[in-house]
């Protein structure tokens, strides 16, 4: 099964604040038709996760545009520009190539 | 306006079997594949399986010889089976959407059940 590793575990911020998530993924997520399935979600407390980024760098519908994906291969990222209170939570990164899909381990987003 | 459910038992005996349904609306189970994510308290996602939208399934390797996941496509239900349940089992138990990937607007995870609270009691 692909294993992703996510950096920071926990990330400590002030408002107004740009951080970065990194996601490593144990092979590459370019799938044969030319896609690379990497997502990212958020889980508030209390929340079932959201779907903010897919396809390594498309934004989800209604999620702001400080949030942003990048990444190719193995590697990807995600970039949050100008922490805002509500963005408080778990991002997980997920990979929808391969079979079994996998999640990372998650890193928590703290006010500092 | 598409909506997942879960339901099913919050307490159930180790040992015995766990029976969970995530009733869909606003969308085919036969045009999206229905994966089950389970959460510890306190912890982070597991992918546990899915039944794409042709009826095959794929299990998290970690789980396989436990667990089950079947669908009745006239109810728009999925259902998760999984046997020999321990305390670690203790989860919320969500169940999300996918379409297949060479779908042109693919766009995965987008909605998700509010979850249910399963205790697996020694």
């Known amino acids: 099964d692909v294993v992703l590793t996510q950096t920071p575990p926990t990330l400590s911020a002030t408002i107004g604040q740009s951080v970065s998530i990194s996601c490593r993924s144990s092979q590459s997520l370019l799938h044969s038709n030319g896609n690379t399935y990497l997502n990212w979600l958020l889980q508030r407390p209390g929340q079932p996760p959201q779907l903010l980024i897919y396809l390594v760098s498309r934004l989800e519908s209604g999620v702001p545009n400080r949030f942003s994906g990048s990444g190719s291969g193995t590697d990807f990222t995600l970039k949050i520009s100008g922490v805002e209170a509500e963005d408080l939570g778990v991002y997980y990164c997920v990979q929808s190539t391969h079979a079994p899909y996998t999640f990372g381990a998650g890193t928590k987003l703290e006010l500092k | 306006q598409v909506q997942l459910k879960e339901s099913g038992p919050v307490l159930v005996q180790a040992s015995e079997t766990l029976s969970l349904t995530c009733t869909v609306s606003g969308f085919s189970l036969t045009n999206y594949g229905v994966i089950w994510v389970r959460q510890p308290p306190g912890k982070g996602l597991e992918w546990m399986g899915i039944i794409w939208r042709n009826g095959n399934t794929d299990y998290n390797s970690a789980l396989k010889s436990r667990l089950s996941i079947n669908r009745d496509t006239s109810k728009s239900q999925v259902f998760l089976k999984m046997n020999s349940l321990q305390t670690d089992d203790t989860a919320i138990y969500y169940c999300?959407?996918?379409?297949?990937?060479?779908?042109?607007?693919?766009?995965?995870?987008?909605?998700w059940g509010q979850g249910v609270m399963v205790t697996v009691s020694s």
């Open positions: 999300t959407r996918v379409p297949p990937n060479y779908y042109s607007s693919y766009i995965p995870f987008d909605y």
